[in-house]
Every structure is written in C-alpha cells, then in structure tokens.
C-alpha cells in the first residue's frame, strides 16, 4: 500500500489516489507514523455526547427548608451570588430572593467555560414555626411528590415531548439551627421522612455563631444521631458504585453536615471583594473553606456530584414513586374494569 509519490508518477498510474491512500503517503514520505486501521473510533462518542450537553444544558433544582430566620434566603443568595454565578447574578440584582411566605422557585441561568447551567432554588416558608409542629412535613412531602407526578404525566403521554420540563427536586438541603446540642424530633421526623423520597443535605445554619470546638462537636453528634435513627442523606452509602467512589463519598460523610454560613454582601479584604458578614473582630470570608464550609456545600453540589444528585433523583427516588403509582393505578383500574394506560390524577 505505501506507494511513494515519486513512483506513483513516473508509472503514470491511470486511478488517481483516493483520499485514504493519499495521507497514508504523506505519512509515508514524511516519515510519521503509519495510519493504523486498527481504529475505529469509539472514543468519539465521548466528543458528540460533550457537544450534545453542551446544545442542551445542565438543570439543577434544589430546595431548601428550615426554620424562619436560619439564613435559608441568604444562603441561597450567597450560592447564585458566589463563583458559580457571580456574573449572572450581578445582571439580575433584582431578582434577589425575597422573603419566604410561600413555596417559591427561583431560576437563574449560569454560563461557564460555555456550559450553560439552569439552577432553580425553590425556596420554602418557615418549617417548623408554629407551636404544634405535627405533620409540618406534609406540604413539603406534597410539593416533592406533585413535581414526581407532574414528570410522569408527561412521560405517559402518548405525544411525548422530546424533552421533558423536569421540576423534579433533585436535592434538599435541610437547615439545622445551630443549637450546639443534638437534633430536634422535629428534625430527625422530617428528615427520615423525606430521605425516603428525595435527595437531603443537612447543614448546620449560621454556624458563626458557634465556636470551632462546639462545631465539631455538633457535627459529631448531628452524624451519631442520623445514624441511630436510621435516617440516610446524600451521598447514601447503598447507592456508591464502586470502590473509588465509596471513598471519596465516605470523606464527604465524615464532613456531613456542613456547617456553613451565608452572606449576599460583598466586602473589601486585602484588596480583594468577598462576600462576608462584617463583624467587630474581623470579617467572615463565607467562600474562604477556612472559616466555614460553604464552599463545600457548593462543590458537593455543582463541581463534583451534580449529575450523581441528578441520576439518584431519577433512577431511585422517581423511579419509586413510578412504581408505586402504576402499581396503585393497575390496581384502580383493574377494580373498575377500566384501561390502565391513563394516570388518574390523585392526592399522594
Ligand atoms: P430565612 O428565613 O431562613 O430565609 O432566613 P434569612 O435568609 O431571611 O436570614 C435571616 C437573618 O439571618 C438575616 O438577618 C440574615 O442576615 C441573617 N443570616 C443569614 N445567614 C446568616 C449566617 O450564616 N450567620 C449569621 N450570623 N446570620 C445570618
Ligand atoms: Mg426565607
């Protein structure tokens, strides 16, 4: 196969090279390497998935509930206003997330490197603030299960959209007053209930006003306590893959929960703007992993496990509560003789 060109036109050779055999020439003449047959090309995949993420976007959605007053809206402030977003969020200034009396979504759009990123935050009102705090779960539970259902009436349709609008709550993240104690029933009872249907991240709120040894201290105890009440956050142990991923998870429980604080005010440090909270004694620099452990939470969330927060959402969570409802609904239309191909729209 590797005629030389020279060759090739002193015999004055009547078929014209083709394309193939004119570079494997080139390569030839010019001493490189020889083309090798042998490859077909199965890692371009790799490239056409990247442009086709990129065509498309990343949607995250994450929720976030707690107590009044725990810093839940300032936190989420400070996530749109810090790294991931500090351009988009200086465009929509006004957008600022107000304060909470209802379940409340707010999106931004998030560009880096040309990667586009939708991040909605559904904001909740004061969990927990009443004085009989029976059942406060519920409208949470609801609002968790209402975007389940709302996906799989869409994917049951027969025109099925090409791409489904998900409102699924991929993750959320649970405020704990930072009581330097232990846990409150009423948080261990909403987050063993909800583990069951979603994603959670607990976090210790406005953890400034705790001392680093009442942290550890609390941290300790908050892991302790979840473990002996059965209760399972994100990153759950069942779901790791393999080995590599058990480790990295496992330091990530060992830091469960991040204690962290929130602030949608810039300050000037050393010359440099950071977000902070002002104090007396010095400002609290909120994406500086040596004052607290906002910085974590982010990357848990977008540089690290985004797309495993997204995969759990889907094939554990969702896919239970697809069963459970087909199951139920084959279960309905069976009693009534009626076809089973439509969902009958039904309180969870
Ligand atoms: P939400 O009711 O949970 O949404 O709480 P907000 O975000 O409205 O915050 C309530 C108050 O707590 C505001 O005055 C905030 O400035 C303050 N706050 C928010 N985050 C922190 C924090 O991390 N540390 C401290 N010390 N105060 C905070
Ligand atoms: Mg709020």
Redesign the pocket.
């Known amino acids: 196969m590797s005629r030389l060109k020279g060759e090739n036109a002193s015999l004055g050779s009547p078929h014209p090279l083709s394309d193939v055999e004119q570079s494997i020439e080139k390569i030839a003449v010019g001493g490189g390497p020889v083309l090798d047959f042998s490859y077909v090309g199965i890692d371009a995949i790799l490239e056409q998935m990247r442009k086709k993420a990129m065509k498309q976007g990343f949607e995250l959605n994450i929720m976030v509930v ?1 107590q ?8 989420m402030n400070t996530l749109f206003k810090s790294k991931v977003s500090r351009k988009s969020a200086l465009e929509k200034e006004k957008e600022k997330i107000p ?2 009396v209802e379940i409340k979504s707010i999106s931004h759009d998030v560009e880096e490197k040309g990667v586009r990123m939708k991040l909605t935050v559904i ?1 909740t009102p ?1 969990f927990g603030d009443q004085i009989n705090n029976e059942n406060c779960w519920q409208p949470i539970m609801k609002f968790i299960n209402d975007q389940y259902e709302a996906y799989l009436q869409e994917e049951i349709n027969i025109n099925r959209k090409k791409r489904i609008p998900d409102s699924r709550v991929h993750c959320c993240i649970y ?1 704990i007053p930072p009581t330097g104690h232990c846990l409150r029933p009423l948080d261990v009872e909403f987050m063993r209930r909800l583990s069951k249907v979603v994603n959670i991240v607990p976090v210790i ?5 705790l001392t680093l040894e009442e942290r550890d201290f609390f941290k300790q105890k908050i892991r302790e306590e979840l473990r002996a009440n059965g209760i399972d956050v994100y990153p759950q142990k069942e779901f790791d893959e393999d080995a590599e991923d058990r480790m990295i998870n496992e330091k990530i429980r060992e830091m469960i929960p991040f204690a ?4 949608d005010q810039e300050y000037q440090v050393n010359g440099r703007r950071l977000l902070g ?1 002002k104090t007396k004694w010095g400002t609290i620099e909120v994406e500086n992993i040596a004052h607290c452990e906002f910085a974590y939470l982010r990357d848990l969330l977008i540089r690290t496990h985004m797309q495993n927060i997204k995969d759990i959402t889907s094939s554990i969570h969702y896919e239970l509560y697809r069963v459970r409802r087909l199951h139920e609904n084959n279960t309905v239309a069976a009693a009534n003789g009626l076809p089973e191909h439509r969902l009958v729209a039904h309180e969870m």
């Open positions: 707690g009044s007053g725990l810093g839940k809206s300032t936190l304060k909470t904001d004061g405020f709120a406005k953890a400034d006003t962290v604080v929130g602030s909270r």
